[in-house]
């Protein structure tokens, strides 16, 4: 048998492995084969999972959290429309990563055959580019595929291989990787009209997002914040660029007691965007009827109802220093009142009740998890409780789909969050809704021998939905789940489960998985 490496399946492989790829994930067939023997050939890591969906959101988190792009890789046809939700959510979560799938042999190429499709329709509006890798272009694509994976901002970038193509002697000759782009810092526009509108202020409230979560400014905005003592609210995915715990931290907008920030917010003069992407929640949906200056890599997207009294664009860190330079006083606020409201808002989280609740469940995993451990969060009505309820001390250690939205994101962002860091602590909350979507990935679990901690928390309905329909004055259809009077299995695929129905169980349950 000939050596895959000198095919051009061996060539892509060996390019990926180059730029810093350790792992694939995917589902075998056919068609991608020979992929996966040229990646392992070639010291890259073929990861079965369940669904290639899986695929998609584990090459997401591995982007998100190394920055070097994930791949999954998919069959022709149904393996490729499969992927197409993870590879969403990495568009609009802003994850770095490659889609490569299999297609069929050129001669079978835009003909109606077995499970063909132009891949390149399907993927083009679910990527930051779709690319067909051809002959004499194969470092050219690969190495550009991989330059606009990881631009600002950030997403995944599709590749396509004919089925004849990738078995083929590569004719390439393998040439030394680009240097990275010195794209420098883009120049600020409007650092004078922001100043003017901020030195108007007296009650300005800053509003940290997505951006400067990703741009790993943390320090230099906490820094500006305290210098001008200027209170901030987050998104969800703005969480833990400044800790959670700092005296000016009001909450989190668009989640649980929304209304109760909102309401205190009320006080404000000025809302001050960094790096704040609307793709989690529309300035709209929870400002005040005041001025907003927007300070970004990309323009304001918001609509007519907003003021917008400045954008500041260019360089996130230099739009900052500018800011700062700018000899802005420090804001009126009372941070007594914060401290208050904080207290306040933290009790109307956790209500009475003679049944365990999420809150109970949140509480005990925080303490059981160290500060450093990363919690990955799927979506449905426990979100809006983390999201709230969930103190951060640094960024990264919170995966949640706040973009795309998706439910089944957490079990496979928790599997790829433990490879890349096995080190870390990890563990998931997960809906019985989004369970019972993914169940299949605890085989994969099982097979990786990952060391995390899954916890259902079971309610016997898609609640969020249920209460949605409630409020719009529907009937609750298509919102049950199985009934409690089912035992609990011993196991699901070779993961032990242990039911938890009060605090001390649960404290008793974590003390176990700790051990194990």
């Given at each position: 048998?000939?050596d895959i490496r000198?095919?051009n399946?061996?060539?892509?492989?060996?390019?990926?492995?180059?730029v810093?790829?350790r792992?694939?994930?995917?589902?075998?067939?056919?068609?991608?084969?020979?992929v996966i023997?040229?990646?392992?050939?070639?010291?890259?890591?073929?990861?079965?999972?369940?669904?290639?969906?899986?695929?998609?959101?584990?090459?997401?988190v591995?982007?998100?959290?190394?920055?070097?792009?994930?791949?999954?890789l998919?069959?022709l046809?149904p393996?490729?429309?499969n992927?197409?939700?993870?590879?969403?959510?990495?568009?609009?979560?802003?994850?770095?990563?490659?889609?490569?799938?299999?297609?069929?042999?050129?001669?079978?190429?835009?003909?109606?055959?077995?499970m063909?499709v132009?891949?390149?329709?399907?993927?083009?509006?679910?990527?930051k580019?779709?690319f067909?890798?051809?002959?004499?272009?194969?470092?050219e694509?690969?190495?550009?595929?991989?330059a606009l994976?990881?631009?600002?901002?950030?997403g995944?970038?599709h590749?396509?291989l004919?089925?004849?193509?990738?078995?083929?002697?590569a004719?390439?000759?393998?040439r030394?990787?680009?240097?990275?782009?010195?794209?420098?810092?883009?120049?600020?526009?409007?650092?004078?009209?922001?100043?003017?509108?901020?030195?108007a202020?007296?009650?300005?409230?800053?509003?940290?997002?997505?951006?400067?979560?990703r741009l790993?400014?943390?320090r230099?905005?906490?820094?500006?914040?305290?210098?001008?003592?200027?209170?901030?609210?987050?998104?969800m995915m703005?969480?833990?660029?400044v800790?959670?715990?700092?005296?000016?931290?009001?909450?989190?907008?668009?989640?649980?007691?929304?209304?109760?920030?909102e309401?205190?917010l009320a006080?404000?003069?000025l809302v001050?965007?960094i790096?704040?992407?609307?793709v989690?929640?529309g300035?709209?949906?929870w400002?005040p009827a005041?001025?907003?200056?927007h300070v970004?890599?990309?323009?304001?997207?918001?609509?007519?109802?907003?003021?917008?009294?400045?954008?500041?664009?260019?360089?996130?860190?230099?739009?900052?220093?500018a800011?700062?330079?700018?000899?802005?006083a420090?804001?009126?606020w009372?941070?007594?009142?914060?401290?208050?409201?904080?207290?306040q808002?933290?009790a109307?989280?956790?209500?009475?009740s003679?049944?365990?609740?999420?809150?109970?469940v949140?509480?005990?995993?925080?303490?059981?998890?160290?500060?450093?451990?990363?919690?990955?969060?799927?979506v449905?009505?426990h979100?809006?409780?983390v999201?709230?309820?969930?103190?951060?001390s640094?960024?990264?250690t919170?995966?949640?789909?706040?973009?795309?939205?998706?439910m089944g994101?957490?079990?496979?962002a928790?599997?790829?969050?433990?490879?890349?860091?096995?080190?870390?602590?990890?563990?998931?909350?997960?809906?019985?809704?989004?369970f019972?979507?993914?169940?299949?990935e605890m085989?994969?679990?099982?097979?990786l021998?990952s060391?995390?901690?899954?916890?259902?928390?079971?309610d016997?309905?898609l609640?969020?939905?249920?209460a949605?329909?409630?409020r719009?004055?529907?009937?609750?259809?298509?919102?049950?789940?199985?009934?409690?009077?089912?035992?609990?299995?011993?196991?699901?695929?070779?993961?032990p489960c242990?039911?938890?129905?009060?605090?001390?169980?649960?404290?008793?349950?974590?003390?176990?998985?700790?051990r194990?």
């Amino acid at each position: 048998m000939h050596d895959i490496r000198g095919t051009n399946a061996g060539f892509l492989a060996k390019r990926l492995r180059a730029v810093g790829v350790r792992y694939v994930f995917g589902i075998p067939s056919g068609q991608i084969l020979a992929v996966i023997e040229a990646f392992e050939a070639c010291g890259i890591r073929f990861i079965l999972v369940s669904h290639e969906m899986t695929a998609a959101f584990m090459a997401d988190v591995v982007g998100r959290l190394t920055g070097v792009p994930g791949v999954a890789l998919a069959t022709l046809g149904p393996g490729a429309t499969n992927l197409a939700t993870g590879v969403g959510n990495a568009l609009l979560d802003r994850s770095p990563c490659l889609i490569v799938t299999g297609q069929v042999p050129s001669a079978q190429f835009g003909r109606r055959v077995q499970m063909h499709v132009d891949h390149r329709q399907l993927f083009q509006p679910l990527t930051k580019g779709s690319f067909l890798l051809a002959p004499g272009r194969m470092a050219e694509t690969i190495d550009g595929a991989v330059a606009l994976a990881t631009a600002e901002p950030p997403g995944p970038v599709h590749l396509d291989l004919l089925d004849d193509f990738a078995v083929a002697p590569a004719r390439e000759k393998c040439r030394a990787l680009p240097r990275p782009p010195k794209t420098g810092q883009a120049p600020l526009r409007g650092v004078a009209a922001a100043v003017k509108a901020l030195r108007a202020a007296e009650r300005p409230v800053a509003a940290l997002g997505l951006s400067a979560a990703r741009l790993g400014l943390g320090r230099q905005i906490g820094l500006f914040l305290r210098r001008h003592r200027m209170p901030f609210v987050t998104t969800m995915m703005g969480k833990g660029v400044v800790p959670d715990e700092h005296p000016l931290c009001i909450g989190v907008v668009g989640r649980a007691r929304h209304r109760q920030v909102e309401r205190f917010l009320a006080d404000a003069d000025l809302v001050l965007g960094i790096g704040y992407d609307p793709v989690e929640i529309g300035y709209e949906d929870w400002m005040p009827a005041v001025p907003l200056v927007h300070v970004d890599r990309e323009r304001v997207d918001a609509d007519g109802r907003v003021c917008v009294a400045a954008e500041l664009t260019g360089d996130l860190g230099a739009a900052l220093e500018a800011l700062g330079a700018a000899g802005l006083a420090r804001t009126a606020w009372d941070l007594t009142a914060i401290r208050d409201f904080r207290a306040q808002l933290a009790a109307s989280l956790r209500p009475a009740s003679r049944r365990f609740q999420p809150w109970e469940v949140l509480d005990l995993l925080r303490d059981w998890l160290p500060a450093d451990g990363i919690l990955a969060c799927d979506v449905g009505a426990h979100t809006h409780v983390v999201a709230a309820q969930w103190p951060l001390s640094r960024p990264g250690t919170l995966l949640v789909s706040n973009g795309w939205s998706s439910m089944g994101y957490a079990i496979p962002a928790a599997l790829a969050a433990k490879l890349v860091r096995p080190n870390r602590e990890v563990t998931c909350v997960v809906g019985d809704g989004g369970f019972l979507m993914q169940a299949g990935e605890m085989a994969t679990a099982a097979r990786l021998g990952s060391r995390v901690t899954f916890v259902l928390l079971r309610d016997e309905s898609l609640s969020l939905i249920r209460a949605k329909q409630a409020r719009r004055g529907y009937r609750p259809a298509g919102v049950g789940l199985p009934s409690g009077t089912m035992p609990p299995p011993a196991h699901y695929f070779g993961v032990p489960c242990v039911p938890a129905r009060s605090s001390a169980e649960f404290r008793t349950a974590l003390a176990r998985a700790r051990r194990s």
